[in-house]
């Protein structure tokens, strides 16, 4: 739905405000900024997604596994998620892609590192109660393994919670993306990104205050929606709410 090349440059167009011919104006280089915002939000989006989905893989079976299994197993991994988890998301995000550079693949390792305790806490108490249950001793009592137990009875228990969980943070992975693009540490140019065009947009709020305007907006609504869509979830899913 982009009418423009995002990349597609005139310098005689430049600064223009919202018309009909440029739906949200254009920036300082004649770019259509209503195509740099929809293209734009094809890499927030897939960010923020693809983050959260490796964050939650791993993180989910890192707890899930640190609960069932208990004993030193236990307390060095929950010593581990405390220690990351005393870093806010945000300065745990930049450290990491302060460590292994800008882009767009170490901006989703940074910001997976970032929540994949977070996961791991989600899940390591409901299964701490859930190897208590007795469905859960009978299958031992037949022979069943750890990895079968953890596999076929623990985690499908957690899916519903987690999934709440990771629709309402895939809305803070986005924030976090916009934050490391408005830093440089994210998507860097050409590649339009929201960060990076409020980045741009502030050092011309003065006469084009459109540039960042829009792509805030664009966050803003993104990050509402995602947050609606983990309360519908929540409504949906949670047993007590249905009771």
Not at 52 to 80: E, H, P
Not at 87 to 114: E, K, M, T
Not at 125 to 154: Q, W, Y
Request: charged share 15%; proline share 6%; glycine share 10%.
């Amino acid at each position: 739905i982009a009418p423009y090349d995002v990349r597609e440059q005139n310098v005689k167009n430049r600064y223009q405000p919202p018309s009909m011919e440029h739906y949200l104006g254009t920036d300082e280089f004649g770019r259509d900024v209503f195509s740099r915002v929809v293209i734009g939000s094809r890499v927030s989006l897939m960010v923020g997604m693809v983050s959260i989905t490796a964050a939650m893989i791993f993180g989910v079976l890192l707890g899930a596994y640190s609960g069932f299994k208990g004993g030193w197993i236990d307390q060095v991994l929950t010593k581990i998620i405390d220690s990351l988890m005393s870093f806010p998301s945000l300065i745990l995000g930049i450290l990491v892609v302060s460590a292994l550079g800008p882009g767009i693949r170490n901006a989703i390792i940074a910001i997976a590192i970032a929540f994949i305790p977070r996961f791991a806490r989600v899940a390591r108490g409901p299964s701490i109660v859930l190897k208590e249950n007795e469905f859960i001793m009978a299958s031992r009592a037949c022979g069943a393994t750890d990895l079968r137990v953890l596999f076929h009875h623990i985690l499908p228990n957690l899916v519903g919670e987690i999934v709440v969980m990771g629709s309402l943070w895939v809305s803070t992975a986005i924030i976090i993306e916009a934050s490391l693009s408005f830093l440089g540490l994210g998507v860097q140019p050409p590649t339009p990104s929201w960060g990076m065009m409020i980045k741009a947009g502030v050092d011309e709020i003065q006469i084009a205050p459109w540039l960042a305007v829009f792509p805030g907006l664009a966050v803003s609504l993104a990050v509402l929606a995602f947050n609606l869509l983990g309360d519908g979830l929540r409504d949906l899913l949670d047993p007590k709410l249905l009771k």
